[in-house]
């Protein structure tokens, strides 16, 4: 029976991709590093990665993850056009911004000027004019996942921070201050889920940060690591933080906190949410008509996600010496099964357990390779999926299974019901 049609259980000999000792000189950063020798991802040019099959595997469940967070909030999922028109730029005055610097720009055959889209709240706001007319059409949650364009000068920190990455970008569209805080204070808590459950969100502190011309503040959701290019100030006890550029007394007091009670910190920006006001609503004219008939202009908030980003940084949190460490719910594989022998009762014993486990919806990776033990051993810490088992001579003869949590980073002997379990309880 195929079973890739149904779930995706795969047997290690039929991946592609080859997983390698060291990762390439010009690599610094531990999560492409990483990513790389394990194969999930290939390195195009700085900057630029693509994702291979186990990486695409672990991009998919993230991107679900925050789907199922914003779907809870009301969001609808669009896809717009990443080629943008100049002309549409220019009335929001971000075309030659030097704010904005980053654009990608390119012409057409017709002479004409296009850029490829860095964030999309012009085309959204004005594509929102067909659509919005009255308070009845009001509020609109809309989102896409997206690849973004942004000739970032630095490009060194893997897929933290790519030329081109696949970003969550969700609008709200209000009609009023009122219920805008409100949606602002729900997404607040959709980013808290998507944090837990990618794994970071002990992590990962909502911070104060400068907030433009049209909010005192917006917050981020910062995650603590060295790796990060940020500095924070957090405080443990209240999982909060301020960014280092609005870190003053007035801020602090408005927080309750005092400077003693913070900590500086390296941290990495996995999200933001943005109060934007009227900003883009009042040069783009998207305006609705009230209950009186009168025109107001649509208050609006933009909320981000670097979705390689959010993959870079748990692999930045959790990985160590050995490798990769995926938090169950993204792991590309829920179990990996290592096979001692490629023949005989332990390729069975192997083949068997997998067949069970995938019939009954669980993601299996199978280690039928013929390869060393110390090789297999080392790939299967190298790829990160937190459960292992072991399969060889000696577990057969006693009716056990060698398991192993990369977790909870402990090794056991189960027998079929234990196994079954422990699987059961810590499969998602
Ligand atoms: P940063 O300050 O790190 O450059 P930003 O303030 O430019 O980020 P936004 O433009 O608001 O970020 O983008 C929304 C989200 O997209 C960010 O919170 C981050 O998670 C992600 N992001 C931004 N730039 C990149 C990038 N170059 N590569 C990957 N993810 C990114
Ligand atoms: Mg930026």
Do not use: C
């Not at 009335?91 to 390119?106: E, G, I, L, Q, S």
């Not at 748990?314 to 179990?335: C, H, K, M, R």
């Not at 669980?362 to 390779?369: G, H, K």
Request: no cysteine; net charge negative; aromatic share 10%.
């Amino acid at each position: 029976m195929d079973y890739h049609a149904r779930i995706t259980s795969m047997r290690q000999s039929q991946i592609f991709t080859k997983t390698r000792r060291e990762a390439p000189s010009d690599e610094v950063a531990k999560n492409s590093q990483l990513l790389i020798r394990a194969g999930f991802i290939q390195k195009m040019t700085a900057g630029v990665y693509s994702f291979l099959p186990l990486g695409l595997k672990v991009l998919n469940k993230i991107e679900k993850i925050i789907r199922e967070e914003m779907n809870a909030i009301g969001g609808q999922e669009l896809r717009l056009a990443a080629l943008q028109e100049k002309a549409l730029w220019e009335k929001t005055n971000r075309w030659d911004d030097a704010v904005v610097d980053n654009w990608f720009k390119t012409t057409l055959k017709n002479g004409n000027e296009m850029g490829l889209g860095f964030t999309h709240e012009e085309p959204l706001t004005s594509l929102m004019r067909d659509h919005i007319r009255s308070f009845r059409d009001l509020p609109v949650y809309a989102y896409q996942f997206q690849t973004k364009f942004r000739n970032e000068t630095r490009a060194k920190s893997g897929i933290l921070r790519g030329r081109e990455f696949l970003m969550k970008d969700l609008y709200s569209f209000s009609r009023d201050e009122k219920e805008h805080d409100e949606f602002y204070e729900k997404s607040k808590i959709a980013y808290k889920n998507v944090f837990n459950r990618a794994g970071i969100g002990e992590k990962t502190y909502i911070t104060f940060a400068s907030g433009g011309s049209f909010s005192k503040y917006s917050h981020e959701f910062q995650m603590l690591t060295e790796a990060g290019e940020d500095i924070i100030y957090y405080n443990k006890e209240k999982g909060v933080a301020v960014n280092k550029e609005v870190y003053t007394d007035e801020v602090l007091a408005e927080m309750g906190l005092k400077k003693s009670d913070m900590t500086e910190g390296k941290a990495v920006e996995v999200g933001n949410i943005f109060s934007l006001g009227t900003k883009f609503s009042e040069p783009l004219e998207l305006f609705y008509k009230n209950e009186e008939g009168k025109n107001i202009p649509v208050i609006m908030g933009s909320y981000g996600i670097g979705v390689p980003r959010l993959m870079g940084s748990i692999v930045e949190a959790l990985g160590d010496d050995n490798g990769i460490v995926w938090p169950t719910e993204v792991s590309p594989f829920a179990v990996h099964i290592v096979a001692m022998k490629t023949e005989g009762a332990v390729i069975e014993a192997a083949e068997k357990l997998y067949k069970e486990l995938t019939d009954i919806g669980i993601e299996v990776l199978l280690d039928d390779r013929d390869a060393r033990a110390g090789e297999k051993f080392g790939d299967a810490d190298l790829i990160g999926i937190p459960l292992r088992i072991t399969i060889g001579e000696k577990s057969i003869a006693e009716g056990k299974y060698e398991f192993n949590d990369r977790i909870a980073q402990k090794t056991e002997l189960f027998d079929k019901d234990q196994l079954m379990a422990y699987i059961g309880k810590h499969n998602v």
